[in-house]
């Protein structure tokens, strides 16, 4: 047997607190039967009575478990997709540990906010990856994160057309017209620290204002910059021997957002702006009903608190005289 929700320490306070009422209305019963000359009688089994009513509501409200049954679960889910900015300039310590790091643990805990929807993560620099189709499995998506590096790509200029391209060749296949289903909601999270050396993303974004999809994007980083650490040692420098300088840049970013009905929020040492996109989210409604069926515990509560009810009715219908004068 399971329980539904375990919350013993709960449960033991409020049995401890049953169990005084029930011992002070045995002492004031015993008062007045020596007050009047007399000794109580019958109150053994009303007590008993009510003990077992008391206990019977505490196991039904722990929610006795046995067994597991299938269940339909309707729900109008999203499809998120995370785009996440693992180039060079990611490695920039302007927000600390690193924009990446940092990008990194909000992103799990972005996850854990979308249970009843499906999160796909998408990885870019010179070029896009999908690294995790859409899928339901939380946990598949909070292992691609936690594995996320700036060397999972060949170096090159970052393009953040490419993402975008590559999240619009997915979401042809949403739209179901043989069965007249609508497309499912979809929002694309990127979170980059703005470079983009890529093509004019005026087309992408056309194609994603008339698919629906919205765009929120999440500039990880500062104005005044930060130097980029080299693997071998020292900076990143650029073809004259200079070190490079990596900054915020939010114009990109903004464009994206404004022209597809997100939002643009900063992450920096002072800011968390996925608090913002998460409000944001959680206002936008899913556009197809799904019924999945899931194993859930067979929640077996209706037992004792029938039993609880039965105890109440006996309570009040037998009557019994504890104080004869």
């Known amino acids: 047997m399971t329980w539904a929700y375990p919350t013993f320490l709960a449960a033991a306070l409020a049995l401890a607190i049953f169990l005084v009422l029930l011992l002070v209305l045995w002492r004031r019963a015993g008062r007045l039967a020596r007050a009047l000359g007399t000794r109580p009688r019958h109150r053994g089994w009303k007590a008993a009575l009510r003990l077992l009513m008391g206990a019977s509501l505490l196991a039904a409200a722990l929610g006795p478990a046995m067994g597991v049954s299938q269940q339909p679960v309707r729900t109008a889910g999203k499809d998120v997709w995370l785009l996440v900015d693992v180039s060079r300039s990611m490695d920039a310590p302007d927000v600390a540990p690193t924009r990446l790091?940092?990008?990194?643990?909000?992103?799990?805990?972005?996850?854990?906010?979308?249970?009843?929807?499906?999160?796909?993560?998408?990885?870019?620099?010179?070029?896009?990856?999908?690294?995790?189709?859409?899928?339901?499995?939380?946990?598949?998506?909070?292992?691609?994160?936690?594995?996320?590096?700036?060397?999972?790509?060949?170096?090159?200029?970052?393009?953040?057309?490419?993402?975008?391209?590559?999240?619009?060749?997915?979401?042809?296949?949403?739209?179901?017209?043989?069965?007249?289903?609508?497309?499912?909601?979809?929002?694309?999270?990127?979170?980059?620290?703005?470079?983009?050396?890529?093509?004019?993303?005026?087309?992408?974004?056309?194609?994603?204002?008339?698919?629906?999809?919205?765009?929120?994007?999440?500039?990880?980083?500062?104005?005044?910059?930060?130097?980029?650490?080299?693997?071998?040692?020292?900076?990143?420098?650029?073809?004259?021997?200079?070190?490079?300088?990596?900054?915020?840049?939010?114009?990109?970013?903004?464009?994206?957002?404004?022209?597809?009905?997100?939002?643009?929020?900063?992450?920096?040492?002072?800011?968390?702006?996925?608090s913002t996109v998460l409000r944001s989210l959680s206002t936008m409604q899913g556009t197809t009903e799904q019924v999945r069926t899931v194993a859930v515990a067979d929640n077996r509560y209706r037992y004792p608190l029938a039993a609880a009810v039965l105890l109440l009715v006996l309570d009040i219908v037998l009557t019994v005289t504890i104080i004869r004068p």
């Not at 021997?241 to 920096?268: D, F, I």
């Open 101 to 274: 790091l940092r990008a990194q643990a909000e992103l799990q805990e972005l996850v854990a906010q979308f249970p009843a929807d499906r999160l796909g993560l998408v990885i870019f620099g010179a070029e896009a990856v999908v690294q995790c189709p859409l899928t339901y499995d939380q946990e598949a998506v909070q292992v691609f994160i936690s594995t996320l590096r700036t060397n999972l790509l060949p170096r090159g200029p970052t393009t953040l057309r490419a993402p975008l391209e590559l999240v619009l060749s997915r979401l042809a296949p949403a739209s179901t017209a043989s069965t007249g289903a609508l497309p499912r909601a979809t929002a694309v999270i990127l979170v980059s620290d703005g470079e983009d050396f890529g093509e004019n993303l005026e087309q992408p974004l056309r194609e994603i204002a008339r698919s629906g999809a919205r765009v929120y994007t999440v500039g990880v980083g500062t104005s005044g910059g930060a130097t980029i650490p080299a693997a071998a040692g020292g900076f990143v420098k650029d073809a004259k021997g200079q070190v490079v300088r990596s900054r915020l840049q939010e114009a990109p970013l903004l464009q994206l957002a404004a022209q597809t009905g997100g939002l643009y929020a900063e992450l920096n040492n002072e800011q968390n702006g996925f």
